[in-house]
């Protein structure tokens, strides 16, 4: 509760008049983005132990889950910078929904130059796009990417108050796979 | 199921959404601030606290250099307007709304006026100096254009004194032919309906002058060194306003905003082992 305490203060500091409107001093603005920074990199152990109780909850193959699976955030994913995604030959994206609904969501993660495959729970392959990161965009100061595209799926059906995971994966990788792995089972 | 297309000037010149296709004309224009003198009382400046433009709207561009990049997915329109001012248009397979997604900034300094930018969305809905605005995310209301419901308005400041807080929508609608278009924004931000048919948002603004409301500074934020870059969208969705034809226009933006408002959440895993050890 520490962790979310520290969070739920800082809101409370943003809700004075000069944070609300933009009328504080850039100082001030400064320390409410160091404040609020903090505080986000505290909650994310809470939400991913959260998210972890659902996956395990979730678990169709009826084995408990006994290690936390890290759940990270990209928090400059609206600057296509994510050192996950971009890094990564094989990633999970677990995409969590708070609405009390179903919602189709098109998710859009930076990556290198390549060929990618995203498969679903079900081991069905998504259509993707690929599209590279437009200048303007790869040029804003303070981005520090080596990801040159953005690379586009649609998550559909995401559940109400649930979550849906995705596998990508690059070519390099299915290359390495092709070797080894099987299809999924019809289960998972 | 949405569309746009562009002019030869490489802007936006029509939309074709929920299955309604508009004349709609989008550019970005600029206000420079008005500066004050010394003592800032009589003629105060443009700053934090107050939006006073000193002069007409100006574009910031005639045009706009344009290249488009299609995947099976997504449909993006790219523009560049000037050095500090380029967007992204974007529409995808699933969306019954299209994304303007800007990016704005450093704004130059050379100017001791400074400059605000606003997006301008101007249709040729007839809307009798109508639209309507958000109040806390919750309630639309109706404002009118050079008018307070309670009280004879004597707008010294016509641009200013039409402009309200929009913290998630504004509207604009064409009663006599039921059509209604809304700009929905993912952050607060002002704007209004100067003229019939148009919507405009200020989006980014430097004042060089403190208006001496209390900040007891001027408004030039900067980042590594330079003037912001910020980047933010706005979601243009039109349709009927009758509930005829299936889906309201009043639902659809509903169900955008709360996708926008409480937009699902992204967790990345890094993989180590095989899939089927992760699964």
Same mark, same amino acid.
Not at chain 1, 152 to 166: N, Q, T
Not at chain 2, 191 to 196: A, E, H, I, K, T
């Given at each position: 509760?520490?962790?979310?305490?520290?969070?739920?203060?800082?809101?409370?500091?943003?809700?004075?008049?000069?944070?609300?409107?933009?009328?504080?001093?850039?100082?001030?603005?400064?320390?409410?983005?160091?404040?609020?920074?903090?505080?986000?990199?505290?909650?994310?152990? #809470?939400?991913?132990?959260?998210?972890?109780?659902?996956?395990?909850?979730? &678990?169709?193959?009826?084995?408990?889950?006994?290690?936390?699976?890290?759940?990270?955030?990209?928090?400059?994913?609206?600057?296509?910078?994510?050192?996950?995604?971009?890094?990564?030959?094989?990633?999970?994206?677990?995409?969590?929904?708070?609405?009390?609904?179903?919602?189709?969501?098109?998710?859009?993660?930076?990556?290198?130059?390549?060929?990618?495959?995203?498969?679903?729970?079900?081991?069905?392959?998504?259509?993707?796009?690929?599209?590279?990161?437009?200048?303007?965009?790869?040029?804003?100061?303070?981005?520090?990417?080596?990801?040159?595209?953005?690379?586009?799926?649609?998550?559909?059906?995401?559940?109400?108050?649930?979550?849906?995971?995705?596998?990508?994966?690059?070519?390099?990788?299915?290359?390495?796979?092709?070797?080894?792995?099987?299809?999924?089972?019809?289960?998972? | 199921?949405?569309?746009?297309?562009?002019?030869?000037?490489?802007?936006?010149?029509?939309?074709?959404?929920?299955?309604?296709?508009?004349?709609?004309?989008?550019?970005?224009?600029?206000?420079?601030?008005?500066?004050?003198?010394?003592?800032?009382?009589?003629?105060?400046?443009?700053?934090?606290?107050?939006?006073?433009?000193?002069?007409?709207?100006?574009?910031?561009?005639?045009?706009?250099?344009?290249?488009?990049?299609?995947?099976?997915?997504?449909?993006?329109?790219?523009?560049?307007?000037?050095?500090?001012?380029?967007?992204?248009?974007?529409?995808?397979?699933?969306?019954?709304?299209? %994304?303007?997604?800007?990016? #704005?900034?450093?704004?130059?300094?050379?100017?001791?006026?400074?400059?605000? #930018?606003?997006?301008?969305?101007?249709?040729?809905?007839?809307?009798?100096?109508?639209?309507?605005?958000?109040?806390?995310?919750?309630?639309?209301?109706?404002?009118?254009?050079?008018?307070?419901?309670?009280?004879?308005?004597?707008?010294?400041?016509?641009?200013?004194?039409?402009?309200?807080?929009?913290?998630?929508?504004?509207?604009?609608?064409?009663?006599?032919?039921?059509?209604?278009?809304?700009?929905?924004?993912?952050?607060?931000?002002?704007?209004?309906?100067?003229?019939?048919? %148009?919507?405009? #948002?200020?989006?980014?603004?430097?004042?060089?002058?403190?208006?001496?409301?209390?900040?007891?500074?001027?408004?030039?934020?900067?980042?590594?060194?330079?003037?912001?870059?910020?980047?933010? &969208?706005?979601?243009?969705?039109?349709?009927?306003?009758?509930?005829?034809?299936?889906?309201?226009?009043?639902?659809?933006?509903?169900?955008?905003?709360?996708?926008?408002?409480?937009?699902?959440?992204?967790?990345?895993?890094?993989?180590?082992?095989?899939?089927?050890?992760?699964?």
């Amino acid at each position: 509760s520490q962790e979310l305490n520290d969070l739920r203060e800082v809101m409370g500091v943003l809700q004075h008049h000069d944070a609300v409107a933009g009328t504080e001093k850039q100082h001030v603005a400064d320390d409410y983005s160091r404040q609020l920074q903090r505080a986000l990199n505290e909650c994310a152990n #809470i939400t991913s132990t959260a998210l972890n109780k659902l996956l395990s909850v979730k &678990s169709s193959t009826g084995k408990s889950v006994s290690e936390k699976l890290p759940l990270n955030s990209c928090l400059l994913a609206n600057v296509s910078q994510c050192a996950i995604s971009e890094n990564s030959d094989t990633f999970v994206v677990t995409i969590y929904n708070p609405l009390s609904r179903a919602v189709n969501k098109v998710v859009t993660l930076p990556v290198k130059d390549g060929n990618y495959d995203v498969l679903d729970q079900d081991g069905n392959s998504l259509t993707i796009d690929v599209l590279p990161i437009p200048s303007y965009v790869a040029n804003i100061p303070g981005r520090a990417s080596s990801a040159t595209h953005d690379l586009y799926f649609v998550a559909e059906d995401v559940p109400p108050l649930g979550w849906k995971s995705f596998i990508v994966s690059s070519s390099q990788s299915n290359k390495k796979k092709s070797i080894s792995s099987s299809k999924p089972n019809s289960d998972s | 199921g949405s569309a746009f297309k562009i002019d030869d000037n490489g802007l936006v010149n029509s939309v074709t959404i929920n299955g309604v296709t508009i004349e709609l004309d989008q550019n970005f224009y600029y206000y420079n601030g008005f500066v004050g003198d010394n003592s800032n009382s009589d003629k105060r400046s443009s700053g934090a606290y107050v939006f006073r433009p000193d002069g007409d709207i100006k574009k910031v561009s005639e045009q706009a250099t344009v290249s488009t990049v299609e995947g099976q997915l997504v449909f993006e329109a790219r523009q560049q307007f000037n050095d500090y001012v380029s967007q992204t248009v974007r529409v995808n397979t699933i969306e019954s709304y299209i %994304e303007f997604d800007w990016i #704005i900034g450093p704004i130059p300094t050379n100017d001791p006026n400074g400059i605000e #930018i606003v997006s301008r969305y101007s249709t040729k809905l007839a809307t009798n100096g109508t639209f309507y605005t958000d109040s806390n995310g919750k309630e639309m209301l109706k404002r009118v254009r050079d008018y307070r419901p309670m009280w004879d308005l004597k707008n010294s400041e016509s641009a200013s004194g039409n402009y309200y807080p929009i913290t998630a929508k504004i509207a604009i609608k064409d009663e006599e032919q039921g059509i209604e278009v809304a700009v929905l924004n993912d952050r607060a931000q002002g704007g209004g309906s100067l003229n019939d048919g %148009e919507v405009e #948002i200020m989006i980014h603004r430097n004042c060089l002058h403190d208006d001496a409301f209390g900040v007891g500074e001027a408004l030039n934020e900067q980042a590594f060194g330079q003037g912001l870059v910020i980047r933010g &969208s706005h979601y243009i969705t039109v349709g009927s306003t009758s509930d005829d034809n299936g889906e309201s226009i009043s639902a659809i933006e509903k169900d955008i905003a709360q996708r926008k408002l409480l937009d699902a959440w992204t967790f990345l895993t890094p993989l180590e082992t095989t899939i089927e050890d992760y699964k």
